[in-house]
């Protein structure tokens, strides 16, 4: 039977890729987004996709989106909780208004989804992919609200797969690093970009496609026996201490 994926965040950039990805694979997606024109225009087209307008961070929009999916597709088997906001800013420039608004999506967004498909995910013995972030992992100045919304996302990644594992529920992370879409071109200046290619050892920032390959691959069969992981995929910063430009050959 053909599986359905519900994707959060897919009118563009990592979730939209992802969207792609899996629908070349065989899989029916459900697109989530709260900007209306942007998912309208990508759900377009694209054959075995149905857009859901709903903002993530809203408890009863997100339960009333979630009845609307299974009323359309009958299940869900795989849950990406990708949508996310990026407002960076010093400690003293963060007000509790900032922190919420980075909270509601970042966080409170992966909790809320993930809470309503729990149901019809333990059901399918389907699987969770949380998208989180390097930024996450290591932490680094203007991330005071980010960096701790995704850090947050890895202890909830691990949560959800203690628990959910007895039900044959997979839970798994994926921390890009820089990947040039809209979310990153608005607070990444040429010297923020320069900065990252020299700390990062391939060099370069990743690609929309090259992080959803990591979340299909999470989503499928062929990770049946990987939970409660966090995958990096960002070029090897996470792994490297030392990325001094001047000890490059
Ligand atoms: N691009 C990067 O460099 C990068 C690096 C690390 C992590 N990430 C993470 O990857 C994920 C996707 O980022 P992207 O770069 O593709 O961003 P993007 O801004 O291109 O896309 C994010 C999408 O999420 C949607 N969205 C935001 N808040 C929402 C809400 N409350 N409800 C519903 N939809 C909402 C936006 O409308 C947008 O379509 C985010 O969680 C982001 O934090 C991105």
Known sequence: MTKTALVTGAARGIGLATTRLLLEAGWRVAMIDRDAPELEAACAGLDGAQAFI????????????????????????????????????PIAETDFARWRRVMATN?????????????????????????????????????VAYGTSKAAVIQLTKQQAAELGEYGVRVNCVCPGPVRTKLAMAVHSQEIIDAYHDAIPLNRYGSEQEIAEVIVFLCSEKASYVTGQIIAADGGFESTGVGLPALRR
């Open 54 to 89: 709903c903002d993530v961070s809203e408890p009863e929009a997100v339960e009333a989106m979630v009845a609307e999916v299974q009323a359309a597709f009958g299940s869900i088997d795989a849950l990406v909780n990708n949508a996310g906001v990026a407002d960076f800013g």
């Open 107 to 143: 966080l409170d967004g992966v909790f809320l989804v993930s809470q309503a498909c729990a149901p019809a995910l333990q059901a399918a013995k389907g699987a969770i992919v949380n998208i989180a972030s390097i930024s996450g992992l290591r932490a680094s100045t203007l991330r």
